[in-house]
């Protein structure tokens, strides 16, 4: 059930997103206003609140894969610990990609 949950702070996230698509559409008066209120210390809050819905999120969701794969090695069924360590690795990378690319590129 919490898991389910954490859709609500997805939503706000969405919305500011789209906020600030609109902000920047709307050139740098508009954007300047949208980096003043997410600099709000109840929006950071927020976004702190969703950041941790979203990690429990992907916890829950990584625990389900592996009953979901069936993957069979050697005649055994795979443990679910090297699915799950091997996705939570998956999503470092990317991080550290995505990370690299936004600040470096």
Request: no cysteine; aromatic share 12%.
């Amino acid at each position: 059930m919490l898991r389910e949950g954490t859709a609500v702070p997805a939503v706000w996230f969405s919305i500011e997103l789209i906020f600030g698509l609109f902000a920047l559409k709307h050139g740098a008066e508009s954007w300047m206003g949208f980096v003043g209120f997410l600099q709000n210390p109840v929006v950071v809050i927020l976004n702190l609140i969703t950041l941790a819905a979203a990690l429990l999120h992907t916890k829950t969701w990584f625990e389900l894969a592996p009953k979901a794969a069936n993957i069979i090695v050697k005649d055994e069924k795979m443990g679910p610990e090297p699915i799950i360590k091997g996705l939570w690795v998956v999503t470092a990378v990317v991080t550290v990609v995505i990370l690299y690319v936004a600040l470096f590129w």
